[in-house]
């Protein structure tokens, strides 16, 4: 059974708080949502470029949303890094 989204929301965006939970549950972050997360950021690089070019603070909520979904694939890169830090003692990267 698939893990419901939330997390980075019920971390309030803290790897720290995000490792915390992963590992009280025994869960896993896999590559896949991380790749999920960089591909919902990298759908908006159109309209953030068409924004940033316009410069129309009108436009700022793509510039906002943008910035949430970055905010999820760096929590999700650290939440990755801790774990493999936990089982390996280093990371691939």
């Not at 708080?17 to 950021?41: C, F, H, Q, T, V």
């Not at 070019?53 to 906002?64: E, F, N, S, V």
């Not at 905010?71 to 691939?92: P, S």
Request: hydrophobic share 35%; glycine share 8%; proline share 4%.
């Amino acid at each position: 059974m698939p893990r419901e989204a939330g997390l980075y929301e019920a971390a309030a965006g803290s790897v720290v708080e995000g490792y915390l939970r992963i590992k009280a549950s025994g869960g896993n972050i896999p590559p896949a949502w991380i790749d999920r997360a960089r591909y919902s950021r990298k759908r908006l690089q159109k309209d953030v470029a068409r924004v940033l070019k316009k410069g129309k603070p009108a436009d700022i909520i793509i510039l906002r949303d943008w910035e949430t979904r970055y905010r999820k694939e760096c929590f999700y890169h650290g939440l990755r890094a801790l774990l493999e830090l936990d089982r390996t003692g280093k990371t691939r990267q």
